[in-house]
């Protein structure tokens, strides 16, 4: 899969997953401020992630540094062509993620 053909399967998930509005599904969207996501969806979407690629998310420590559906993909992208926990660039940044309470706190 080309890193389009990912991209828009995230965004198919997403939007079918959580009723989301496709208009809103850009690479700089956050999935917090910008999709109203919370920490209970982001275990849902995790799971769906999963299953739809056949990677693991779940126990992936770069995870808690998504913010945006751009970093999300690029995670995805990442973890089918390396492995988990097997980093290339990945540029997350520090904040609320995908292992993180919305207020900032760490779970």
Known sequence: MDER???DAIVDALVEEFELDRARMTSDAHLIETLG????????????LQNRFG?????EP???QVRTLGDLHALVMDIRANGPGRPADFDG??????????DGRRE
């Open 62 to 64: 770069r995870a808690r």
């Open 37 to 48: 996501l919370d920490s209970l969806d982001f275990v849902d979407m995790v799971v769906v």
């Open 55 to 59: 990677v693991s998310i779940r126990d």
């Open 93 to 102: 940044r520090a904040g609320d993620g995908l292992g993180s309470q919305t």
């Open 5 to 7: 053909v990912v991209f």
